[in-house]
């Protein structure tokens, strides 16, 4: 079985199985896709007018892949696991919960790190320079110690936007409220990606909350709010004011999320890059690696 995701997230379809086939067939233009499941590995269903069998939940699991369902915020709500390899997904869990603190603490000093050099890149281009964040993100230690993440806060928000008092204030209208819609997109994007990778996303590496189901991808999108935080800050250069959440607004917020990023030759979605960091984190939990593929974007 490859790591090949099928998102399905864009148009409503009918999904069915034929011959060892995952037929997709769109209900605009009944157009048919086929896909051999044996090269899925996993299947997330995302778009709220997808139907499909029962031959496709047992067609998936026979082949090995996973189902995974979203509800109307586009996070997982459920996921359907073979039972035939229950019991590597189990040892992942558990690796997963039981990940050393002193690996979770160097993971996170490369999350932290990665977030402040983009918001430090995000700087350059506003404003010509990084304000002294590049050397900020080479001062974090492991597990943040001198809560560099922090102190680049102090120094990002009041430049990033025009109004030198801007304040993040998750509760406060306006850039704020715009800034929320977009993280809680790239939220469910981020999370998605993790169970697709065979990961819990309660399990965080640094984010803790008994209440909050999705610790981790709050963990693993830190490095990507910038492409949120440019695309509101573009928005209030175009309109001269605080953009408020309408229809074009929230149009503007989804038009980097859903792009494609050419990186070391590479074009990919952000999907498709958060997939790799997901990914990358798996393998850093089984012991295969230590280093994390976060995207330069």
Known sequence: MTERILDLSEQPARLRVHNGLLVIRRQDDQQETTIPLAELAVVIASHPQLSFTHA????????????????????????LLPLETHSL??????????????????????????????????????TGTDHGLELLAGRVGSGDPRNCE????????????????????????????????GYAVLRALTARAICAAGLHP?????????????????????PLRPLVDRAVAALWDTLGAE??????????LLEPL???YGIEGESRTLFDWIS?????????????GEKLAIPEL
């Open 56 to 79: 496709v939940l047992a067609g998936l699991a026979e082949a090995g892949a996973s189902f995974i369902a979203c509800n109307t915020k586009h996070l997982p709500a459920a996921m």
């Open 89 to 126: 997904q189990t040892e992942r869990f558990a690796r997963q919960a039981q990940l050393p603190r002193p690996r979770r603490k160097r993971l996170w000093q490369q999350i932290v790190r990665a977030k402040i050099r983009a918001q430090a890149r995000t700087l350059v281009a506003r």
């Open 150 to 181: 922090a102190q680049a806060a102090r120094i990002y928000w009041p430049l990033v936007f025009p109004r030198k008092d801007f304040r993040r204030d998750t509760d406060a209208a306006g850039a704020n409220r715009c800034l929320n819609y």
């Open 202 to 222: 309660s399990f965080g590496i640094h984010h803790h909350n008994r209440y909050h189901p999705f610790c981790l991808a709050d963990d693993l999108m830190e």
């Open 243 to 252: 953009p408020e959440l309408d229809r074009d607004t929230k149009r503007a």
């Open 258 to 260: 859903l792009a494609r």
């Open 276 to 288: 790799r960091l997901a990914f990358s984190l798996a393998a850093v939990v089984e012991e295969r």
